[in-house]
C-alpha cells in the first residue's frame, strides 16, 4: 500500500473497508471499459490511416514500372491486377475486412505476403527496442532517482548535464560516430571490434549459443546508440517527480519514525514518483517501434522501421497499411496496458 | 517483346521467331537487366504451374555460376557454386552479398575488413578510400545520366493540353537559354567530386557503341553571356532581376521539382537556381518524394524537374519513352512519358532503329536521335556519374576489371563476370564452410534523418507537458 492510499484511508476511515470491494467489483467493468475503448481507437486508426494513405497524390504503378520496360497497356492491366483502379469504397471495405480476419495482403514490391514481412522484421525490432529500453529504463530510473533526491549536487549536475547533451545529439550521427570509432579502429580501439552492420554473421556456422553470442555481437552498437539517446528522458521525468515529492508530508512523517534516508527514499518517495516514469515507458515502448529507422538505417538492422520506409517510397499500399496497423495497434496495446498496471501500482486509480 | 514462337531444335541452340524484326534481340539474355535463358532440364522438375510459378523456394531456378540458395530479409543473400555451369565452375564457393543501408556504413565494412568488394560507393567516401593499403578504389563508366527536364507543353495522344505546366516553356529559344546557363564542368567537380563527365548524349557514356557528341556547331557549353543574348533576341525583356513575358507582363517564374531523398538533387538545386538568376529566370524548389514526383510528371503538374536515367547496352526503353506513344490519354492515364516530347521525325527513326540488324547503322540512326533530343532541350543532361567501386586486395584476388580508358576509368563489367575467376584469399579461406567472399551492396536510400529526428523529438517534448 503505498503512502497515498494511506494518507486518503486516514482521513476517511470507512473508505478502509470498502476499498478492497471497489477494487474486485470493478476491475472487469473497469477492464471491458479500456478495451472497448481500445477497439474504438482502433477503428478510428484504421479510418484515419486509410484516408491518409489514398489520398496521397501518388501514382504506385509508375514508381513500381519506372526502369522496367513497360508499355502503357501493360501499366492498366498492373493497375487492375493490384486493385489501383477499384473505388475508394470498395477498396477501404477490402482494407478493414482484411486487417480484421488478420489476412493483410500481398505486398506489390516484394510479391510476398504483408504477414510474413513483418512477422520476419518483428523480431529484429523487438530485441533491439526491447533490449534498449530495458537499458534505457533501469539507467534512467536510477540516475533520476539520484539525481532528484540530491539535487543540485555535483552528481545531479553530471548526470543531468551528460543526458542532456546526448538527448539532444542527432541519433543517426551519433550511431554513425560509434560505428566508425568501433568498426575502423581509432587509436587504441582495434579494427573490427565490432561488426559494421547485420545482425549476424553470414556464413557464420557453430552451436545455438554461437549464434546467440554473435546476435548479441551484432546488437551491442545500436543498442548503445538507442540507450545513449533515450535514458535521458526517463532521468529528467523520475528526476523532476522525486522532486515534487521531496516535500511532501509523508516523507517527513517517514522521517520521523526514525526511517534511514535510503529507506525514505525507496519505500516512500521512488513508488510514489514512479507514475508519470510508467506511462512515459510504455508510451515510448509503442512509439519506438517506428522511430528507431535511423539506428536501423545505420547498423543496416532489418527492423520495421526501414521496411516502412520502403513502402512508403513506392507506395507499396498494403505493405503500408499493414505496418501502419502494426505499429498503431502496438501503440494501443501499450497504453491498454499502462492503464492496466496503473491500476496495480496507483490506489487512486482503483478507487475512481 | 513480340515473340511469335520459340523453338530449341537441340541441346546449344534455340530459335526464338519475332513477329516483327527486332534489332534488340541479342541483348535479350545479356544479364544482368534481361531474361536469362533457362534450359527446360534444368527447371521442369521444379516448376509444376509455369504460369504461376513465382521462383521464391531455394535454391531458386536461375542460370549462372552461382545458385541463390539463401536469403535473410534485409541482411544478406548467399549464392553457391553452380559446379555444373557450362563456362566452367568458378573459383569461390559462396559469394555472400550483404546489404548495407547507410553509405558511411559501407565504407566502414570495407576498411574493417568485413565485407571484400562494394559498388554504388558515394563519392565522399570513395576518396577516403584512395591511398589505403589493400584497397583498390575504381570507377566504372557510367551508365546512368543525371539531368533536368523542361515541360515543352504536356499534351495527351490526341493533343489536348494537360496539367498545369507553364505554356511559356514550349518556347524552344527559352529552352536552349536555359541549357547554356548550366555549368556541367562545375556540378561534376562540386556535385561528384570530379568523378563523373559532363553530361552530352541521351544514351550514358558506357556503351561505345551508341557514342555520340554534338557537331561543334551545335555544342552547348556554359555561356551565361550567350544565354542572355538569346533570350533578349527572343524577346523576354527584364524588369528588375527578372524577365517577363511580353505577351503576359508575367515574371520569368518556374518550378523546379527535386527528389526530396536525393542528396545530389539538394546539391544541384542551389547551383541551378543562381545560374538562371542571373539570366533573368526565377526557379522556385519544391521537394518531392519519388512518387509523388512521378504522379505529378504523369498529369503533367510541372515545369522543371531533376531527372535521371540508366540503362542496359540496349538503350531501347530509354530512347521508347520519348515516343509520341508513351503520351498519356485524354484522361491523364496509360502515359508512360519521360518529359512529353513528341516529334514524328524521332518516332519514324524509333522504328528505324527497331530494324536495323547491323549494329553500325541502328548506331547512326540512335545518334541522329540523340541529335533532335539535344536540340530540342527538353531533357538537359547535367552529368553521367561513373560508378564507383573497391575491391579489398588482401581479400580477393584475380577479381575482373577490365582495362583503364584513357581517362582511368574501367569499362562496364557484368557483375558475374567480375567474380567468376576471383579467388579469396587470407581470412576468408580457413572458414570451414569453404571459401567465400563477403560483398557489400549499399541500398540507395537516403533517409531524411533530420526529419524524423525532429519529429520524434516533438513528440516526446508534447508527451513531457
Not at chain 1, 540516475?143 to 532528484?148: F, Q, V
Not at chain 2, 576489371?401 to 567468376?420: C, M, R
Request: proline fraction near 6%; include cysteine.
Amino acid at each position: 500500500m503505498t503512502d497515498a492510499l494511506a494518507a486518503e484511508l486516514a482521513a476517511d476511515p470507512g473508505a478502509a473497508a470498502s476499498a478492497p470491494r471497489w477494487y474486485r467489483s470493478s476491475f472487469w467493468p473497469y477492464l471491458a471499459a479500456k478495451l472497448l475503448g481500445a477497439a474504438i481507437s482502433f477503428l478510428v486508426m484504421l479510418v484515419i490511416g486509410f484516408t491518409i494513405f489514398n489520398v496521397m497524390p501518388s501514382d504506385p504503378v509508375a514508381t513500381l514500372t519506372r526502369q522496367h520496360p513497360t508499355s502503357p497497356s501493360q501499366m492498366a492491366a498492373l493497375r487492375k491486377q493490384l486493385g489501383v483502379d477499384l473505388p475508394v469504397w470498395h477498396r477501404f471495405v477490402n482494407f478493414v475486412g482484411h486487417t480484421l480476419t488478420g489476412n493483410l495482403g500481398d505486398s506489390w514490391q516484394y510479391h510476398q505476403s504483408v504477414g510474413s514481412l513483418i512477422t520476419e522484421r518483428l523480431w529484429p525490432t523487438v530485441l533491439l527496442i526491447g533490449s534498449a529500453t530495458v537499458i534505457s529504463v533501469v539507467l534512467g530510473l536510477w540516475l533520476g532517482i539520484r539525481s532528484g533526491w540530491r539535487h543540485g549536487s555535483f552528481f545531479d549536475r553530471a548526470s543531468s548535464g551528460v543526458s542532456l547533451v546526448l538527448w539532444s545529439v542527432p541519433t543517426f550521427w551519433l550511431g554513425l560516430i560509434l560505428l566508425v570509432i568501433f568498426t575502423t579502429g581509432v587509436g587504441p580501439i582495434p579494427t573490427n571490434l565490432f561488426p559494421a552492420g547485420l545482425m549476424s554473421t553470414p556464413g557464420y556456422s557453430g552451436p545455438w549459443i554461437a549464434h546467440v553470442g554473435d546476435t548479441i555481437h551484432h546488437l551491442i552498437l545500436p543498442c548503445l546508440t538507442l540507450v545513449l539517446v533515450i535514458f535521458a528522458q526517463y532521468v529528467t521525468i523520475m528526476r523532476s517527480s522525486i522532486i515534487d515529492e521531496l516535500g511532501a508530508p509523508y516523507l517527513l512523517t517517514a522521517r520521523a519514525k526514525g526511517l534511514r534516508d535510503d529507506d525514505v527514499r525507496r519505500k516512500h518517495a521512488v513508488p510514489n514518483a514512479l507514475l508519470p516514469s510508467v506511462t512515459v515507458i510504455f508510451l515510448q515502448l509503442g512509439t519506438v517501434l517506428a522511430g528507431t529507422i535511423t539506428v536501423e538505417t545505420v547498423y543496416s538492422w532489418p527492423g520495421l522501421g526501414f521496411l516502412t520506409f520502403q513502402a512508403l517510397q513506392i507506395p507499396d499500399l498494403p505493405l503500408l497499411e499493414g505496418t501502419f496497423v502494426v505499429l498503431s495497434g502496438a501503440v494501443i496495446v501499450m497504453n491498454l496496458l499502462a492503464d492496466m498496471l496503473y491500476r496495480v501500482l496507483d490506489p487512486r486509480v482503483r478507487a475512481q | 517483346m513480340t515473340f511469335a514462337s520459340v523453338t530449341a531444335p537441340d541441346d546449344s541452340t534455340l530459335i526464338v521467331k519475332t513477329k516483327t524484326p527486332q534489332a534488340n534481340m541479342p541483348y535479350v539474355s545479356v544479364a544482368p537487366n534481361t531474361t536469362p535463358i533457362v534450359p527446360q532440364h534444368i527447371w521442369e522438375s521444379k516448376v509444376k504451374d509455369l504460369k504461376n510459378f513465382r521462383n521464391t523456394d531455394f535454391p531458386v531456378v536461375g542460370y549462372g555460376p552461382w545458385k541463390l540458395v539463401g536469403y535473410k530479409p534485409d541482411q544478406y543473400t548467399t549464392l553457391e557454386v553452380n559446379k555444373d555451369y557450362f563456362e566452367g565452375r568458378a573459383k569461390a564457393d559462396r559469394l555472400i552479398l550483404e546489404y548495407f543501408k547507410d553509405d558511411d556504413a559501407t565504407i566502414a565494412a570495407l576498411r574493417s575488413g568485413q565485407i571484400s568488394a562494394a559498388w554504388n560507393l558515394p563519392a565522399t567516401g570513395y576518396k577516403t578510400l584512395q591511398g589505403l593499403k589493400d584497397l583498390m578504389p575504381y570507377q566504372q563508366i557510367a551508365t546512368r545520366w543525371t539531368g533536368v527536364e523542361i515541360n515543352p507543353g504536356a499534351k495527351s495522344r490526341t493533343g489536348k493540353p494537360l496539367g498545369t505546366g507553364n505554356p511559356i516553356l514550349a518556347d524552344p529559344k527559352l529552352r536552349l537559354a536555359m541549357a547554356y546557363a548550366i555549368d556541367r564542368e562545375t556540378l561534376v567537380k562540386k556535385v561528384l567530386n570530379g568523378l563523373g563527365t559532363p553530361g552530352v548524349g541521351y544514351v550514358p557514356p558506357a556503351y561505345k557503341q551508341w557514342a555520340w557528341t554534338p557537331a561543334s556547331a551545335d555544342a552547348i557549353t556554359f555561356d551565361l553571356a550567350k544565354a542572355n543574348s538569346i533570350l533578349d533576341a527572343a524577346g523576354y525583356p527584364k524588369q528588375g532581376a527578372y524577365r517577363v513575358d511580353p505577351k503576359t507582363h508575367k515574371q520569368l517564374a518556374f518550378r523546379l521539382g527535386t527528389h526530396s531523398d536525393d542528396a545530389n538533387d539538394q546539391q544541384i538545386a542551389p547551383y541551378l537556381v543562381g545560374w538562371f538568376k542571373s539570366i533573368g529566370i526565377k526557379l522556385t524548389l519544391q521537394p518531392q518524394s519519388m512518387s509523388g514526383l512521378n504522379d505529378n510528371l504523369a498529369k503533367g503538374d510541372w515545369d522543371l524537374l531533376m531527372d535521371g536515367w540508366s540503362t542496359p547496352a540496349d538503350p531501347t526503353y530509354l530512347l521508347s519513352i520519348q515516343t509520341c506513344a508513351t503520351l498519356p490519354k485524354d484522361d491523364g492515364s496509360g502515359g508512360n512519358t519521360d518529359a512529353f516530347f513528341c516529334d514524328p521525325q524521332y518516332d519514324k527513326l524509333f522504328a528505324e532503329q527497331t530494324q536495323a540488324f547491323d549494329v553500325k547503322q541502328r548506331a547512326a540512326i540512335i545518334s541522329q536521335m540523340q541529335d533532335i533530343l539535344y536540340k530540342a532541350n527538353c531533357d538537359i543532361m547535367f552529368y553521367n556519374n561513373n560508378i564507383l567501386w573497391a575491391v579489398r586486395t588482401d581479400k580477393v584476388a584475380n577479381f575482373r576489371t577490365g582495362e583503364p580508358d584513357a581517362d582511368g576509368s574501367y569499362p562496364i563489367q557484368n557483375l558475374f563476370i567480375s567474380w567468376k575467376n576471383a579467388t579469396p584469399v587470407g581470412g576468408n579461406s580457413s572458414s570451414n564452410a569453404g571459401l567465400w567472399i563477403g560483398i557489400g551492396i549499399g541500398i540507395v536510400v537516403i533517409v531524411a534523418a533530420g526529419g524524423f529526428f525532429a519529429l520524434r523529438r516533438r513528440s516526446t517534448a508534447a508527451e513531457r507537458e
